[in-house]
Structures are given as C-alpha cells and as structure tokens.
C-alpha cells in the first residue's frame, strides 16, 4: 500500500510536469488549437508512468 501511495504522489508531480512539457512544446511549434494541446498533454502524462516506476523504484531500492 506505501508503494502505491509513493507511485500516486509521484506521478502527481511527474505527470504534470511532462504533461507542462509537453503543452509548451506544442506551442512552441505553432499548434495552437485545442486538439494538439489536449493530445500533447496527454502524452506527457502517459509517457510519465514508466518514469514514476522508475524513479519510485530508485527511492524504494
């Protein structure tokens, strides 16, 4: 149960900071609309669980 706390507050964090990433990203490239920013986020909050496993498991060891 602690370890899916930790993965719960982790990808908190993480997955809103990939998913800012990946909002700025789109902008940055010209793609203003609501459909490339949705899609951009939810990459980025997707693409943030193999990271929160990671980072999860190097604090747990």
Do not use: C, D, K
Request: charged residues 5%; glycine residues 14%.
């Amino acid at each position: 149960m602690q370890r899916f706390m930790l993965f719960f507050v982790l990808h908190i964090f993480i997955g809103s900071t990939m998913a800012g990433t990946g909002v700025i990203a789109a902008l940055t490239m010209g793609y203003g609309g609501a459909n490339p920013i949705l899609i951009a986020a939810a990459i980025g909050f997707l693409a943030a669980f193999p990271v929160t496993w990671l980072v999860q498991r190097q604090i747990t060891g």
